[in-house]
């Protein structure tokens, strides 16, 4: 006489018991996604209620207002689209600090910023190119011709450029092969507005 009486094997039962367990979980999950009830909710007002709180309005220490924003269409901060700039000088003169080519640097940048007038700079990224005589990039030297234009632009525009501060304007080398030595291209983020 064999042992099958018609009842399942208990590999058919693992599966089964696999399953409701699984099905456990999943609704354990999304039960624990669910947002948490207000502690405090607001009674249902009613015609008396309404009367009563308004001629005795008390505020309530436990409870503060949530914060709303005035403007809720669009999140704050750099707005995605830069804007560059270019300028040509001599990398040396500039990091020596000659004053003939600080003025040349404010010319330069105050003629190209022309049409961004009305906005302020945010964030400001400065790519310099300086090539030795063979050609190649100097990246030393690029980095600090990049700083040197960096710390010279919220001088050269004090309203369009914040102040200096290597968290804010930042110079870097720029090693592509068709830039001209003596390079600074000027990367520009604004606010969202």
């Not at 707005?79 to 404010?106: H, K, M, Q, W, Y």
């Amino acid at each position: 006489m064999s042992r099958d009486s018609g009842r399942p094997g208990g590999t058919y039962l693992a599966g089964w018991l696999f399953a409701d367990l699984l099905l456990v979980i999943v609704l354990v999950v999304l039960g624990s996604e669910m947002p948490a009830a207000d502690p405090h909710p607001d009674p249902e007002p009613t015609a008396t209620a309404t009367a009563t709180a308004t001629a005795t309005a008390t505020p309530d220490p436990s409870r503060s207002p949530s914060p709303t924003r005035s403007d809720t269409s669009r999140p704050g901060g750099l707005d995605p689209v830069t804007v560059s700039i270019g300028i040509r000088l001599d990398p040396d003169a500039l990091i020596a600090g000659r004053p003939s080519e600080t003025a040349e640097l404010t010319r330069q940048v105050t003629q190209e910023i022309k049409r961004y007038e009305g906005r302020t700079a945010a964030f400001v990224m400065v790519f310099g190119t300086v090539r030795t005589s063979g050609g190649s990039v100097d990246t030393g030297r690029s980095d600090e011709y990049a700083t040197a234009v960096a710390r010279q632009l919220p001088q050269a525009a004090p309203r369009f450029f914040p102040p200096y501060s290597e968290k804010i304007i930042r110079g870097y080398h720029d090693s592509g092969s068709a830039i001209a030595s003596g390079t600074a291209r000027i990367e520009l983020f604004f606010l969202l507005s």
